[in-house]
C-alpha cells in the first residue's frame, strides 16, 4: 500500500519568515495530494490540494508544489503569523478507482510560529 | 452548523470493557470513515462505509467494528478494550462521487479513549 513520509517532525519559525513541509509518498498511482490543518482540539481541516496533473498551486499564503518524477510534495506558508501555528499533516490518494477514496496521511508537524 | 459531531469527547475504560463511539453528520454525506490518531503515527484509517448499511475495513480494523444503519451516522464498537486501543478517535465524512474523485474530508472534534 502507499507509505507517506512526512519531514520535519517540529518546526519553529519567527513571525513573518517562511515555512516549508515536505512528504514523499511510495505509490507512483496517488494522484491526490491533500494538506490538513489541526488546531490543539480540534480535527483536522483541509487547507490546500493539489492533483498531479498540476505542479503548483497557490491560495494566499500557502503554496503546494508536486514533483511527480521524485515523488514528493511539499507547502509552503509564507509571512507566517501566530495563528499558523497548528499540526500539518499531509496525505496521498488515488482517484479514479471506483471505491471511496482512502486518504494515507503523514505523522505530521508541528509549527510553531513564535513572536 | 453542526457538521461532523462525536459523542462521548472523552471516555476511560477498564480492559475488557465495550463501547460505542457514535459519529453524526448532517451534510447529507455518502462516506463516512472512522480514524485513529496516535502520537508520531498521524492518522490512519479503522474501517469507513460508502453508504448506508455498507462497511469496509481500512488500515488498521483488528479489535473494531462498525455500523451505518442509517446515512448520518457512523458507530465504532470496541467489542473487548485493550491498552493499545488508547487512542484519539476521528470520524469523518465526505461526498460520495463514486471514488473517482476524492473528495474533501470533514472531521469530527475528536473522542479521546483511555484503556487502562
Known amino acids: 500500500g502507499e507509505n507517506v513520509e512526512q519531514h520535519p517532525s517540529t518546526l519553529s519559525v519567527q513571525e513573518g519568515d517562511s515555512a516549508v513541509i515536505k512528504c514523499t509518498y511510495s505509490?507512483?498511482?496517488?494522484?491526490?495530494f491533500p494538506w490538513y490543518k489541526q488546531e490543539l482540539g480540534k480535527g483536522p481541516q483541509l487547507i490546500i490540494d493539489?492533483?498531479?496533473?498540476?505542479g503548483e498551486k497557490k491560495d494566499q499564503r500557502i503554496a503546494v508544489t508536486l514533483n511527480k518524477t521524485a515523488k514528493h510534495f511539499s507547502l509552503h506558508i509564507t509571512e507566517t503569523q501566530p495563528e499558523d501555528s497548528a499540526v500539518y499533516f499531509c496525505?496521498?490518494?488515488?482517484?479514479?478507482?471506483?471505491?471511496?477514496?482512502?486518504?494515507?496521511f503523514g505523522t505530521g508537524t508541528r509549527l510553531q510560529v513564535t513572536l | 452548523n453542526a457538521g461532523v459531531t462525536q459523542t462521548p469527547k472523552f471516555r476511560v475504560l477498564k480492559t475488557g470493557q465495550s463501547m460505542t463511539l457514535l459519529c453524526a453528520q448532517d451534510?447529507?454525506?455518502?462516506?463516512m470513515y472512522w480514524y485513529r490518531q496516535d502520537p508520531g503515527m498521524g492518522l490512519r484509517l479503522i474501517h469507513y462505509?460508502?453508504?448506508?448499511?455498507?462497511?469496509a475495513k481500512g488500515e488498521v480494523p483488528d479489535g473494531y467494528n462498525v455500523s451505518r444503519l442509517k446515512k448520518q451516522n457512523f458507530l465504532l464498537g470496541l467489542e473487548s478494550a485493550a491498552p493499545s486501543q488508547t487512542s484519539v478517535y476521528f470520524c469523518?465524512?465526505?461526498?460520495?462521487?463514486?471514488?473517482?474523485?476524492?473528495?474533501?474530508?470533514?472531521f469530527g472534534e475528536g473522542s479521546r479513549l483511555t484503556v487502562l
Open positions: 469523518a465524512s465526505s461526498t460520495g462521487t463514486g471514488g473517482l474523485v476524492t473528495g474533501e474530508l470533514f
Open positions: 505509490d507512483s498511482a496517488s494522484n491526490y
Open positions: 493539489i492533483r498531479s496533473n498540476v
Open positions: 496525505a496521498a490518494s488515488k482517484d479514479g478507482t471506483g471505491t471511496a477514496s482512502k486518504l494515507t
Open positions: 451534510m447529507n454525506h455518502e462516506y
Open positions: 462505509s460508502v453508504g448506508e448499511g455498507t462497511t
